[in-house]
């Protein structure tokens, strides 16, 4: 599984593996979960090696990575831990932050690229006009990482006189703007620290606000690449990395184990052999076509092209299909390891949570499904699909 291809831009590839070990062994003592969210420490030594700058462009410090390139580094972080990978799959904000005016990504951007963002955005809660910007209150779930966030942002419906003016927009502040409340209680992934942002009457520049999903104005080619399919693709690929942790710690076990019954060990039983190979397979073939559609897209844009709708469903579809087949492997890997995998702090056990809480995030959704097939037959997929 370790064919991952990060040493084109991560600055250190012995520093990432070294921090992989550590991020392991700290998880697997329960620290980010029972926590519930990555400490501070593990946030700094993201933003070393290059997460929060990857797709920030060069003229601001940035890296200005491919797609593939950041999501194979967020599968080996996964690989280490479900819960960073996911908190660090964020680094993907500047197709968020690159709908901001050019003089705001100035000031942003102007003393580090390394900047941490988190999110709430749903429901978009009314923000009164002002002469001087937009008053902002309300609250907002699933902000994943803001705990070590250093600006935050939420979904803002701009009011006047009572009525909505526009499009849903997001407001960007400070993370100390916004007040945590640590409400994130979950059966996997509980190390994102996916609490509530609540804010209370803070005004903000309407600089410093964007309609969600208006296309950047920014030149560089990654502000072509469609924002809404890599904010699924760098979620899709934290149930990917964590499958191949599955695959990778039943091959360590499966030699060594013997049922307590007397039976032989694992590895040597015909119908483990059996089901492991056709599990493997399934995911390598998922994991595959996840690429292959990145790439597709990203070389079409490269070329100065627009992506086709059928290219850009593909990679909604190929994220819905990656991630159900990481948690059917994660589930069989627990299956095959038999009862000492039930534990509660066991890997596996973690394994299947994270990856079964993966395929409850709305962009994996059986819409995307019928949508996807909508496409198929040259029929327009609902609103907000591509």
Not at 169 to 175: E, G, L, W, Y
């Given at each position: 599984?370790n064919d991952?291809?990060t040493?084109?831009f991560v600055r250190?590839e012995?520093e990432?593996?070294?921090?992989?070990q550590?991020i392991r062994?700290?998880?697997l003592?329960?620290e980010?979960?029972?926590q519930?969210y990555v400490t501070?420490?593990?946030?700094?030594?993201?933003?070393k090696?290059g997460?929060y700058r990857?797709?920030v462009?060069k003229?601001?410090?940035g890296d200005?990575?491919?797609?593939?390139?950041?999501?194979?580094l967020i599968?080996k972080?996964?690989?280490a831990?479900?819960?960073?990978?996911?908190v660090?799959?964020?680094?993907m904000?500047?197709?968020?932050l690159?709908?901001?005016?050019e003089?705001t990504l100035?000031?942003?951007?102007k003393?580090?690229p390394?900047?941490?963002f988190?999110g709430g955005?749903?429901p978009?809660?009314?923000?009164?006009?002002t002469?001087k910007?937009v008053?902002?209150?309300?609250?907002?779930?699933?902000?994943?990482?803001?705990?070590g966030?250093?600006?935050v942002?939420?979904?803002i419906?701009?009011?006047?006189?009572?009525?909505?003016?526009?499009?849903p927009?997001?407001?960007?502040?400070?993370?100390h703007k916004a007040k945590?409340?640590?409400?994130?209680d979950?059966?996997g992934?509980?190390?994102?620290?996916?609490?509530d942002l609540?804010?209370d009457?803070?005004?903000?520049?309407?600089?410093?606000t964007?309609v969600?999903?208006?296309?950047s104005?920014?030149?560089?080619?990654?502000f072509k690449?469609?924002?809404l399919?890599?904010?699924?693709?760098?979620l899709?690929v934290?149930?990917?990395?964590?499958?191949a942790?599955?695959?990778?710690?039943?091959k360590k076990?499966?030699?060594?184990?013997?049922s307590i019954t007397g039976?032989s060990e694992?590895a040597n039983?015909?119908?483990?052999?059996?089901?492991?190979?056709q599990?493997e397979?399934?995911?390598?073939?998922?994991r595959?076509?996840?690429?292959q559609?990145?790439d597709?897209?990203w070389?079409t844009?490269?070329?100065?092209?627009?992506?086709?709708?059928e290219q850009?469903?593909?990679?909604r579809l190929?994220?819905?299909h990656?991630?159900r087949?990481?948690a059917r492997?994660?589930?069989?890997m627990?299956m095959?390891a038999?009862m000492?995998?039930?534990?509660?702090?066991h890997p596996?056990?973690?394994y299947v949570?994270?990856?079964?809480?993966?395929?409850?995030?709305?962009?994996?959704?059986?819409a995307?499904?019928?949508?996807?097939?909508?496409v198929?037959f040259g029929l327009?997929?609902?609103?907000?699909y591509?």
């Open positions: 599984m991952l291809s040493k084109d250190d012995a990432l593996d070294v921090l992989c550590e062994q700290r998880a003592t329960g980010f979960d029972n519930a501070q420490d593990i946030i700094d030594k993201l933003k090696i997460v990857a797709f462009p003229r601001f410090g200005e990575i491919s797609p593939r390139q950041f999501c194979e599968e972080l996964s690989m831990d479900g819960s960073v990978g996911w660090a799959s964020f680094g904000s500047p197709a968020y690159g709908s901001l005016p003089e100035q000031v942003l951007y003393d580090s390394d900047i941490v988190a955005i749903f978009p809660q009314p923000a009164e006009i002469d910007g008053l902002v209150k309300g609250r907002w779930k699933f902000s994943s990482g803001c705990m966030a250093d600006i942002g939420v979904g419906s701009p009011q006047k006189d009572n009525e909505a003016q526009g499009l927009r997001m407001a960007v502040m400070p993370a945590i409340e640590m409400t994130w979950t059966v992934l509980k190390g994102t620290g996916s609490h609540v804010v009457n803070v005004l903000i520049e309407k600089a410093w964007f969600r999903g208006e296309p104005k920014l030149p560089e080619p990654f690449y469609p924002s399919s890599l904010a699924t693709q760098v899709t934290v149930g990917i990395g964590v499958a942790a599955a695959l990778d710690e039943f076990l499966a030699p060594g184990k013997a039976g694992i039983r015909p119908v483990t052999q059996y089901e492991y190979a599990y397979a399934e995911f390598l073939a998922a595959t076509w996840f690429y559609t990145i597709v897209v070389e844009i490269l070329e100065g092209n627009t992506p086709t709708t850009v469903s593909n990679m190929s994220c819905t990656a991630a087949v990481a492997v994660a589930r069989k627990q095959l038999g000492t995998a039930i534990y509660t702090n596996f056990s973690r949570n994270d990856t079964n809480v993966v395929t409850q995030h709305a962009f994996m959704g059986d995307t499904l019928q949508n996807a097939g909508s198929s327009k997929p609902t609103p907000g591509l």
